[in-house]
């Protein structure tokens, strides 16, 4: 079988594993294999707003702006956050919001996934679904995010730098930091 698919001996029992960092460094990806490996529910944040909201993200930026979906994801985030064992990936954003990100690092273990700009420009490629780099230039955008929230996303307890390459050795990475 692949390890891929291959549970790690007993289901996590700990507190919800919150993936954050910038758009396009693979939270969702990598959210979903961690929750296969640990046995646990895998929750996507950005897709549970969109449910609760029964419209896109973008859709709620064009139609209700920014402000309203930081409000929607802070929210979200604190229902998801319940103590359960589960992988929850966030929207880059919702860890630079301070009452959401008092209440990650309060009840559950922040994991800050870290790429360059430049690795992230690329992965973003593959998705125009994102309204902060719509008509603008991906790589430029990241930059600037990167300067301004990576101070913040570098807050979280646990750093893993995913570089070009599988996904699954990010993965790995993880489950070694926490101690799997
Ligand atoms: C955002 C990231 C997006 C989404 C929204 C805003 C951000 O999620 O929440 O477009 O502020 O960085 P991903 O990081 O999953 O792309």
Request: glycine share 8%; aromatic share 4%.
């Amino acid at each position: 079988m692949l390890q891929s698919h291959n549970p790690v001996d007993a289901s996590w029992t700990g507190s919800p594993i919150v993936l954050v960092g910038l758009m396009g460094v693979g939270k969702s990806t990598v959210g979903r294999r961690l929750a296969n490996r640990l046995g646990v529910p895998f929750v996507d944040a950005d897709h549970a707003i969109e449910e609760a909201a029964g419209l896109t993200v973008t859709e709620i930026f064009e139609e209700f702006g920014e402000p309203y979906f930081r409000d929607g994801e802070r929210r979200v985030i604190a229902r998801l956050v319940d103590g359960r064992p589960k992988v929850i990936a966030t929207g880059g954003g919702a860890f630079i919001n301070d009452e959401t990100r008092a209440l990650i690092l309060e009840q559950a273990t922040a994991v800050w996934l870290n790429a360059t700009p430049e690795v992230l420009a690329e992965r973003v490629k593959r998705r125009d679904t994102r309204p902060l780099l719509r008509n603008r230039d991906p790589l430029t955008v990241l930059r600037d995010l990167a300067e301004k929230r990576n101070p913040i996303y570098a807050l979280a307890p646990i750093h893993v730098s995913s570089k070009r390459g599988p996904h699954e050795a990010t993965v790995n990475a993880i489950l070694k930091a926490i101690g799997r």
